[in-house]
C-alpha cells in the first residue's frame, strides 16, 4: 500500500509584470517538492495545472488573468498533420539519447544560442553555467535530459548537438520541462517541434496517456504553435476537457498566419521570474 502524501504548505508570489501578456501582471501559488513522495506529490498537482522548476511546484493565480491554460496532447488518438508528417521525415536521422540529468558545456553552448537568437534580451540570457546546472541537476523527482544529435561520420564518435529536452517522468505521460534546440540550422528547420512530436512517440511507446506541454496563453503569439497538436486537451475549472475540433482549427489557422515562433520556456519562465525569486512571498491562507 502506497503511504499517504502530507499535504504541502502553498505560498503566494507578489505580483510582477507578466513576460507573455504587455500590461498584465503575473502572479503564482507554489510549493516545494522534497521527501520520498515527491514524484507522487509533482503526479498529483500536474493533473490540476501544476509545473516543475528546479524543486517547486508552481502555477499561475493572477488577480484580474486566466490567459495561461494547462494543455496536454492525447497521445493514443494524436494524428500528425501532413507538415508534422515531413518535420519527423527530415528529421528521422537523429540520434536521441536519454542521459541522467546532468548538465554539459556543450549543453550550455546550444543554450546561449538559441537563447540569442529567440529570445534576445529574456531573462534567461543572464544564466550563467551554475544557473543551467540548478536548471538541470536541482530535481527532487524522476527527470532525464534528452539529447538529439546528428549522425557522426564514423558512426561512433558522437554526433553534433542539435536539440536537448529537459523532460519529467510522470505516472499517466511526459511533461517537457524546458527544451531548446540550434536556432540557425540551415537544413533541419522545425527542431523544437520534431522534440514535440518525439516525446509523444516516446509517450506511446512507454504506454502513457499524455504529453504536457505546460500552458498555452491566449493572446500570446509564442505560445500559439501549441495548438497544432491534435488533440489537445485543456484544464478548465470543470476538469480536463479537450478543444472543440472547430475551436483548435480556429486557432490553428490564425496560429498559421502569424510568423512563426516556437517558446519553450515553461510559463512564468524560469529566470523571468520562479517562485520565491521575486522577493516578498507569503503562505496561502
Given at each position: 500500500m502506497t503511504a499517504p502524501v502530507r499535504f504541502p504548505r502553498f505560498f503566494v508570489t507578489s505580483p510582477a509584470p507578466c513576460p507573455y501578456l504587455p500590461g498584465k501582471s503575473e502572479r503564482k501559488v507554489f510549493t516545494e517538492l522534497k521527501g520520498p513522495h515527491a514524484d507522487s506529490l509533482n503526479d498529483a498537482l500536474s493533473r490540476i495545472g501544476f509545473r516543475r522548476s528546479q524543486t517547486v511546484a508552481y502555477r499561475p493565480s493572477c488577480l484580474e488573468c486566466n490567459a495561461c491554460v494547462s494543455v496536454r496532447v492525447v497521445v493514443d488518438e494524436f494524428a500528425p498533420s501532413s507538415t508534422q508528417k515531413r518535420n519527423m521525415k527530415r528529421n528521422s536521422d537523429l540520434v536521441a539519447t536519454i542521459c541522467r540529468p546532468w548538465s554539459t558545456e556543450e549543453q550550455f553552448e546550444l543554450l546561449q544560442r538559441y537563447l540569442g537568437v529567440r529570445h534576445p534580451g529574456g531573462g534567461m540570457t543572464t544564466m550563467d553555467e551554475v544557473d543551467f546546472a540548478d536548471m538541470v541537476e536541482h530535481t527532487p523527482v524522476t527527470s532525464y535530459v534528452i539529447e538529439y544529435r546528428e549522425p557522426s561520420e564514423d558512426g561512433k564518435t558522437p554526433g553534433r548537438l542539435v536539440g536537448v529536452c529537459l523532460t519529467d517522468r510522470q505516472g499517466d505521460g511526459l511533461s517537457m520541462i524546458y527544451s531548446f534546440y540550434d536556432p540557425d540550422h540551415a537544413k533541419r528547420s522545425g527542431l523544437g517541434n520534431f522534440i514535440i512530436l518525439d516525446h509523444i512517440a516516446r509517450a506511446r511507446e512507454?504506454?502513457?496517456?499524455?504529453?504536457?506541454?505546460?500552458?498555452?496563453?491566449?493572446?500570446?503569439?509564442?505560445?500559439?504553435?501549441?495548438?497544432?497538436?491534435?488533440?489537445?486537451?485543456?484544464?478548465?475549472?470543470?476538469?480536463?476537457?479537450?478543444f472543440a475540433p472547430g475551436e483548435q482549427e480556429a486557432l490553428i489557422a490564425e496560429a498559421s498566419r502569424t510568423p512563426k515562433q516556437v517558446s519553450d520556456a515553461p510559463a512564468g519562465g524560469l529566470k523571468d521570474g520562479m517562485p520565491g525569486e521575486q522577493g516578498q512571498y507569503r503562505p496561502v491562507e
Open positions: 512507454m504506454g502513457l496517456a499524455y504529453v504536457y506541454l505546460g500552458y498555452w496563453v491566449d493572446g500570446s503569439t509564442r505560445m500559439q504553435y501549441k495548438v497544432r497538436y491534435r488533440p489537445l486537451e485543456k484544464l478548465s475549472p470543470e476538469g480536463w476537457e479537450r
